[in-house]
């Protein structure tokens, strides 16, 4: 089956650390993106990615890093200088938003929650 | 930047009830509103999604409708079963900003379907 899947399911940060999250796909999308959604509060955009060794920052990239070395791959390093990272992350994919073309749905991942030792 | 608020923050209907959730968004160049589902626990699903050329759209039990003069644009769920019990989201795309070219999300509507 195609489809996203996010690594750890649960995972727990110790005060100074930084921790990596994992996102694969297989479903041959160019474009990746990572949200984080807090309890009563829609998704807000972190990191995405158009294409491979390429990636912009979102609304709230401050204290988080990614790397997109492959197609199928968009990791999601929460540092130690993120502050408040306990929320639940949502890994997400789509074809890719080239200029000029209509947007294209974005698919997601069933998540990570992070939380603070 | 674009700003989108959706209403109402919970709701709760009888099974078999139509249930309506409401979105505005503020950027008048947005040009495609997604809808998702999020169960506990879970990714938000995409359950039907329309562009600004189109003024509604239907799948079985689940319709949207866009006014762009408005710039409002609502879910509507019929004959509710409880299965339908979960947060919905709605999403417009972003023409300015840190965002741009991206999705901008409601805070969501928890519905409750009561069997």
């Known amino acids: 089956d195609g489809g996203i899947t996010q690594s750890p399911k649960y995972l727990f940060r110790k005060e100074g650390q930084n921790v990596t999250l994992s996102c694969e796909q297989n479903l041959n999308h160019d474009a990746m993106y990572w949200y984080r959604q807090d309890p009563g509060q829609g998704l807000r955009l972190i990191y995405y990615?158009?294409?491979?060794?390429?990636?912009q920052k979102g609304d709230i990239a401050e204290g988080y890093s990614v790397s997109r070395e492959k197609k199928e791959s968009f990791p999601l390093t929460v540092t130690s200088a993120q502050k408040n990272p306990t929320a639940f992350y949502l890994c997400a994919s789509s074809i890719s938003q080239g200029t000029g073309r209509l947007f294209q749905p974005q698919h997601f991942g069933d998540g990570t929650r992070l939380s603070i030792l | 930047g674009e700003n989108v608020e959706q209403h109402p923050s919970t709701l709760s209907v009888q099974e078999g009830d139509s249930a309506v959730i409401k979105c505005t968004y503020s950027d008048s160049a947005s040009n495609y509103f997604p809808w998702y589902k999020q169960e506990l626990g879970k990714g938000p699903q995409l359950i039907i999604d329309?562009?600004?050329?189109?003024g509604e759209k239907k799948d079985q039990r689940i319709a949207v409708t866009l006014n762009k003069t408005a710039k409002h644009f609502s879910l509507h769920i019929t004959e509710t079963q409880p299965e339908d019990s979960a947060v919905y989201f709605c999403a417009a795309t972003a023409a300015y900003g840190g965002s741009q070219g991206n999705l901008i999300f409601g805070k969501g509507t928890k519905l409750s379907v009561k069997p």
């Open positions: 329309i562009r600004s050329n189109v």
């Open positions: 990615s158009q294409i491979v060794n390429d990636f």
